[in-house]
């Protein structure tokens, strides 16, 4: 039973050392845990932890008995101190197998999560290069939307110069035409007065031409 948990135990820490260098042996032992934990592998791993687990619970507590026997007797056997360090030595190394077998899992699982990345990242690269390669630079881009802009900003203050020009030709036009309107109305009643004045006159006229008849004619009576 020792000399399997001691095998157990440099295997496992075996793998430990695989993970932390990189080399072509390591994506083996990544493959060969992937495919274990597809299925039932997750199951089986399960089950051999909790009986380990409670292999060592069990050792553990025939350990504890021995020590309580030591204090009730008052006496202690060479057979039970071998037992005890026996129970102890396999107890400690089921529970640092355990142990390494975490660290195994937990580093499995972050390398398997730094390859993931790795390849998204790669993935995220290769299509921003295409982006690049098909597209025109950003800064281009903005060049000629700030060459734009400045191009229709400048047109733009053109139509409000034309716009205040247009603007005042209309109001200078208006007040001609009301000052063309007053002279005209003006004009309509000097008209009109003069026309008062010609029919005053002309009546005055005829007038004058009857008295004028009218003395002419007494006269050669």
């Not at 056997?77 to 400690?92: F, G, R, V, Y």
């Not at 007040?175 to 005053?200: H, I, M, T, V």
Request: no cysteine; net charge positive.
């Amino acid at each position: 039973m020792i000399q399997l948990l001691f095998v157990l135990v440099f295997s496992e820490m075996a793998l430990i050392v695989v993970f932390v260098f990189k080399t072509p042996f390591r994506k083996l032992v990544i493959m060969a845990l992937d495919r274990v934990q597809r299925g039932r592998g997750p199951i089986v791993v399960k089950t051999v932890a909790g009986t380990v687990f409670v292999v060592m619970m069990s050792t553990v507590y025939r350990a504890l008995k021995i020590q309580r026997r030591w204090v009730d007797d008052g006496e202690v056997s060479p057979t039970d101190q071998i037992l005890l360090a026996k129970n102890l030595l396999e107890a400690s190394l089921m529970g640092f197998s355990l142990f390494v077998g975490l660290m195994i899992d937990r580093l499995h699982h972050y390398i398997r999560e730094l390859r993931i990345r790795r390849k998204t990242m790669e993935a995220v690269k290769k299509q921003s290069r295409v982006f690049e390669d098909v597209m025109p630079p950003v800064s281009e881009e903005i060049k000629a939307l700030e060459t734009e802009t400045a191009s229709l900003h400048n047109r733009i203050q053109q139509l409000e110069t034309r716009l205040e020009e247009k603007s005042k030709e209309a109001s200078s036009a208006e007040a001609n035409a009301l000052a063309l309107r007053k002279q005209s109305e003006g004009f309509l009643l000097e008209y009109d007065r003069l026309l008062e004045e010609n029919q005053n006159l002309r009546s005055q006229l005829q007038s004058l031409d009857r008295r004028l008849s009218h003395s002419n004619s007494k006269k050669v009576m």
